[in-house]
């Protein structure tokens, strides 16, 4: 069984920092690129970044472009979102989700080419 678990969210002032890690389990973790989403209270789903398989390339809403990264590390099956100079409108839960077909990275920023997600984990951004 495919799962997905995020952690790392919580409360932060605006231009803070937080570190989300989500752990795969049920799949072969190193043959799939890995993405994040977030959707905002009110908003729809947002794609925020994916990452390839082997963490080679990385790519960014641009939204986020130049505070957020993605990473991974396959010996550990665990995926991370390195999230800086946080904002009021990151507010979101944020879920990482697993790329529907092996070893394909094309298509990156489309969530339905994803097909598992986690359970979210609340991020809030407020002073």
């Known amino acids: 069984e495919v799962q997905l678990v995020e952690s790392g969210g919580g409360l932060v002032q605006p231009g803070g920092s937080l570190r989300l890690s989500c752990t795969a389990s049920g799949f072969t973790f190193s043959v799939y690129a890995m993405g994040w989403v977030r959707r905002a209270p009110g908003k729809g789903l947002e794609w925020v970044s994916a990452i390839d398989r082997i963490g080679g390339s990385t790519n960014y809403a641009d939204s986020v472009k130049g505070r957020f990264t993605t990473s991974r590390d396959n010996a550990e099956n665990t995926l991370y979102l390195q999230m800086n100079s946080l904002k009021p409108e990151d507010t979101a839960v944020y879920y990482c989700?697993?790329?529907?077909?092996?070893?394909?990275?094309?298509?990156?920023?489309?969530?339905?080419?994803?097909?598992?997600w986690g359970q979210g984990t609340q991020v809030t951004i407020s002073s």
């Open positions: 989700i697993k790329k529907r077909r092996v070893l394909y990275y094309d298509n990156y920023d489309v969530v339905n080419e994803y097909d598992y």
